[in-house]
Antibody
């Protein structure tokens, strides 16, 4: 069974750094892209970027380029999303999701989400 | 402001057929596949339709997708109370070096 399990909720202060994770299981982690999607409170879905864990090829949405860093450790089947200096406006739910480009099934499996709250 | 445009709300009574529209442009819907996602309250989104009109296994055939030109639609027939959710369309956009874009979402209410 394909599963993406994300790390738990975080409460941080503005200016702090953060790295959240997404662990894949039940499939070949290095053969599928993983994407990150933001959902601000009461709002819609926004694509942040994607990574191919096989070779760490990474693409960012222009809206998030330079604001976050996406990485992966294929040895432990885990993708990451990190911030070096959080802002209050980063408060949101963050989802990871798999992309099966071979079958053109985009975001076919999702993690449960990680709620990030940034408040002084 | 979302790149893909959806109506903010839709509604129907049990058993009815409802459609949700998604409007884009030549750089996204006009030249790429459309995807639809269902987000039940308090849960992660779920893939409902891929490649314009394909259903993943486990998705009831009450859900169907279509695309024409730069617009797409999601139809739900035999509406049920458990269909009450937010629905999002998405597509690859060829502009700005390429990016995935979503619609703003449509909240479906089952009356």
């Amino acid at each position: 069974e394909v599963q993406l399990v994300q790390s738990g909720a975080e409460v941080k202060k503005p200016g702090e750094s953060l790295k959240i994770s997404c662990k894949g299981s039940g499939y070949s982690f290095t053969s599928y892209w993983i994407g990150w999607v933001r959902q601000m409170p009461g709002k819609g879905l926004e694509w942040m970027g994607i990574i191919y864990p096989g070779d760490s090829d990474t693409r960012y949405s222009p809206s998030f380029q330079g604001q976050v860093t996406i990485s992966a450790d294929k040895s432990i089947s885990t993708a990451y999303l990190q911030w070096s200096s959080l802002k209050a406006s980063d408060t949101a739910m963050y989802y990871c999701a798999r992309i099966d480009y071979a079958r053109q099934k985009v975001f076919d499996y999702w993690g449960q989400g990680t709620l990030v709250t940034v408040s002084s | 402001q979302s790149v893909l445009t959806q109506p903010p709300s839709a509604s129907g009574t049990p058993g009815q057929r409802v459609t949700i529209s998604c409007s884009g442009s030549s750089s996204n819907i006009g030249s790429n596949y459309v995807y639809w996602y269902q987000q039940l309250p308090g849960t992660a989104p779920k893939l409902l339709i891929y490649r314009n009109n394909q259903r993943p296994s486990g998705v009831p055939d009450r859900f169907s997708g279509s695309k024409s030109g730069t617009s797409a639609s999601l139809a739900i027939s035999g509406l049920r109370s458990e269909d009450e959710a937010d629905y999002y369309c998405a597509a690859w956009d060829d502009s700005l070096s390429g990016r995935w874009v979503f619609g703003g979402g449509t909240k479906l209410t089952v009356l």
